[in-house]
């Protein structure tokens, strides 16, 4: 899995668990120790001080992080547990205090536990783009540059397996170029002299000389790293369930209080209502719930990366999908094979396939599992030569045959030009040639997954009515696609920022979009929408990096799975939260009329504690 964090990434995640465990851990001791202490000799004083220092020391950090966010306008749930906390200082009730700081950074270390730390996305993309380019001299000559030295006119030797460092023409050479990165499809773009290329792509095959059109840094593959940074940090924060109730129940809960001040000017008894109605069950309830929903998504095989992303899942109500390799199967299978009189299908497919046992290029092993499938016996060849990403040529039963591109038989065989360009049709077809005759051609198709009607169905109960196809694949292919699985908004020819531009349109429409994918063409659509899902059974690569949850097996249902998982768990959330709120606000009603101190108060609180977050374990039960 490709989702996994650096070592760096990892202890730095430990280290910010292991802070968050200190308040907690040292309320827990103190009070534990010093009650020990008390019940041995009640009449120990350094007791109430130790008490008293260790909630000034652990209280500090919770009061100052509250001021910090009221200053920024952020009116959120911590407020009465600070100024609970505050209270039980200027009050002497260091019990009380310590109750409270132990529920309040025992929920914020819960949230850290849940939601993680943050993606690697931008990092993983940045150190997959290449570092040096060959520069061409007016001597023929090369020099080795920084990328950011390109400018536009240079020159620049790209040798196989190298990733194009910027978007520019061919001047000399014909290639192959793995162009996955930038459009999701599998098939490589056949270049030469003339042809538009861009940066992120790979050469496969021959040296090419290229052309830089601009400079490196505006490039497709700086912009694609450009896209997912500024998705990501326009994408607005969640805000944290448990604050969207506090919005509410904090001024009530200082209403509460000043009217019992005002009836009885008594302050432990406004402590004992502050104390009461410390909302622990928003602070505890939520991370509970969603560290459970998180869990039973992995039990599902999609790794969730946040407590923020689980809800995010929960809420969407559109789904935009890939094509290939997310709603089909990534590789391109034999669909038909058209044969020419005197040849039949079997014929010309056991040829075909004889020849290419000893061609490495992708439709050649799809024409070889064909013939396996219909049974066919296939003859060794002899004199096999393969053109990578052209064709293959070789002897089978003493007959010349040649099967490829239907560019490369016309320089085969020029004067058969007007049959081959007849065999190639429209789609993704090999001609086949025997002893110098166009047999026919193979016609290849990329296959959408089995069950998709099925899996849309669940969609569609789960409120997702509204499904779109984004695609960097040719407009025709994703009509195709998009009839077979009966999606109607089905858009092709997009380049990476194009998606984005889509994902954003839906949203800015009032649409809660969920994307999926799995190429790095997807990434910044991905970190864009609203919730991001990566299939990373093949790898993953940026594309899980970018996602919000990533599906770690080659099944494309689980993506309902985590949005009911994500509902369940969000819901039982808000449960244990309305349920806690109700069961605090009686608290609150006896705590004014006196009936407890703040001590006894800060235990009832515990108790209801206690109950909310076994309710909210349920989050976890299938």
Known sequence: MQTERSPAAR??????????????????????????????????????????????????PVVVRTTRGLLKGNFAADVVATLSILGAVGLGQPVAGLVIVLMQTGGEWLEHYAEGRASNAVRALEEAAPR???????????????????????????RPGEMLPADGVVERGRSHLDVSRLTGEAPPDLVQHGSDVRSGAVNLEGAIVVRATRPASESLYARIVELVRTAQSEKSPIQRLADRYAIWFTPLTIAVCALAWFATHDALRVLAVLVVATPCPLLLATPVAIIGGINRCAR?????????????????DTAVFDKTGTLTIGRPEVVAVDALAPWTEATMLRLAASVEIGSGHHLARSTVDAAARRGIALPTPANVVDSPGLG??????????????????????????????????????????????????????????????????????LGLRHLVLLSGDHQANVDTIARAVGIEDARGDLLPQ????????????????????????????????????????????????AADAVILCDDLTRVADAIRVGRYAVSIARQSIVVGLGL????????????????????LQEAIDVAVILNAVRASSE
């Open 584 to 603: 605090s606000g009686l608290a609150m009603v006896a705590a004014s009329f006196g009936y407890f101190s703040p001590t006894t108060g800060a235990m």
């Open 132 to 158: 040096t380019a060959h520069r061409q001299r007016a001597d023929g000559q090369h020099d080795d540059i920084e990328v950011s030295e390109i400018v536009t006119g240079d020159l620049l030797l790209v």
């Open 392 to 461: 293959v040529r070789g002897t089978v039963d003493g007959q010349d045959v040649a099967v490829g591109a239907a560019a490369w038989l016309t320089t085969l065989f020029p004067e058969k030009r007007q049959q081959i360009l007849a065999a190639r049709g429209a789609g993704m077809r090999g001609v086949v040639a025997v002893d110098g005759e166009i047999a026919g051609a193979i016609e290849y198709a990329d296959h959408a997954r089995e069950g998709l009607h099925g899996f849309f169905d669940r969609l569609h109960r």
């Open 300 to 316: 599902h095989q999609v790794i969730v990366r946040s407590g923020g992303a689980l809800e995010r899942l929960a809420s969407v």
């Open 498 to 545: 194009q998606k984005v531009e889509a994902v954003q349109q839906l949203m800015q429409a009032g649409r809660r979009v969920l994307m999926v994918g799995d190429g790095t063409n997807d990434a910044p659509a991905l970190s864009a929408a609203t919730a991001g899902i990566a299939l990373a059974a093949h790898g993953g690569g940026i594309a899980a990096e």
């Open 11 to 60: 202890v730095g995640a430990l280290s910010i668990s292991r802070g968050a465990m200190v308040l907690p851990a040292l309320a827990i001791a103190s009070l534990v120790v010093g009650g020990v202490v008390r019940l041995a000799n009640p009449e120990n004083p350094w007791v109430w001080r130790t008490w008293m220092a260790v909630l000034v020391a652990a209280g500090v």
